[in-house]
């Protein structure tokens, strides 16, 4: 079946650090695949997303490539701010699989910025 | 504006007691769903719904109903709610399975005692 495995945090980073969040996935066809953010006390909203082997999704200053050789799709970001607290759930659609699921969920990662 | 709405936002209910949490789109998507999330295993899908009248069961259907007679609405009913359904849950609805991102309604946040 699939599944996609995140680093789960907290990770606590200062303002205007590199960030970088892991996520790898399995998957029986060939995913799409998103990464959302959930702010506190809000539902998930999609931040960016990748159709495709070599696809690079971008938004707001995050950016994550899909990478099909090594089966990831890290989050990165070059300078974070406080606003960027939240968490991140990296997550894929198979449709082409046949599976019944719409989105398969990564257990979140809780990003802490610091000013 | 485009949205999923859900009702209550918070509920404090007992053991046993019957409930729904309604869930309602306004984007005429015919793809519809259910969540829970739990601390440490991110969102778990409950139910979905294809479109009127065609629904299944996700990950962890367990103790849970949900019906779809309209498309714009998808209730979610816990008919003899326990303590292990204690919760936040979302609604979620897209165009199709296929297309995705899927939008999100805001979460309830369910408490059973």
């Known amino acids: 079946g699939n599944s996609v495995t995140q680093m789960e945090g907290p990770v606590t980073l200062s303002e205007e650090a590199f960030l970088t969040i892991n996520c790898t996935y399995t998957a029986t066809g060939y995913p799409s695949l998103f990464w959302y953010v959930q702010y506190p006390g809000e539902g998930l909203q999609l931040l960016l997303k990748a159709t495709k082997a070599d696809d690079k999704g971008s938004n707001k200053g995050f950016e994550a490539t899909y990478r099909k050789e090594t089966t990831s799709f890290h989050l990165e970001k070059g300078s974070v701010q406080v606003s960027d607290s939240a968490v991140y759930f990296c997550a894929l659609s198979d449709a082409s699989g046949g599976g019944a699921d719409g989105l398969t969920f990564g257990k979140g990662t809780h990003l802490i910025i610091q000013p | 504006e485009a949205q999923v709405t859900q009702n209550p936002r918070y509920l404090i209910t007992v053991t046993g007691k019957k409930l729904t949490v309604t869930c309602s789109q306004n984007?005429?998507?015919?793809?519809m769903s259910w969540y829970r999330q739990d601390p440490g295993l991110g969102l778990r899908q409950i139910y979905y719904?294809?479109?009127?009248?065609?629904?299944d069961k996700g990950d962890v259907p367990e103790g849970y109903k949900v019906s779809r007679k309209e498309k714009r609405n998808f209730p979610l009913i816990l008919e003899s709610p326990s303590p292990n359904q204690t919760s936040l849950y979302f609604c979620?609805?897209?165009?199709?399975?296929?297309?995705?991102?899927?939008?999100f309604g805001d979460g309830t946040r369910l408490s059973i005692l």
């Open positions: 719904s294809m479109n009127v009248e065609v629904t």
């Open positions: 984007m005429n998507h015919e793809y």
């Open positions: 979620a609805s897209s165009l199709s399975r296929v297309h995705q991102p899927q939008h």
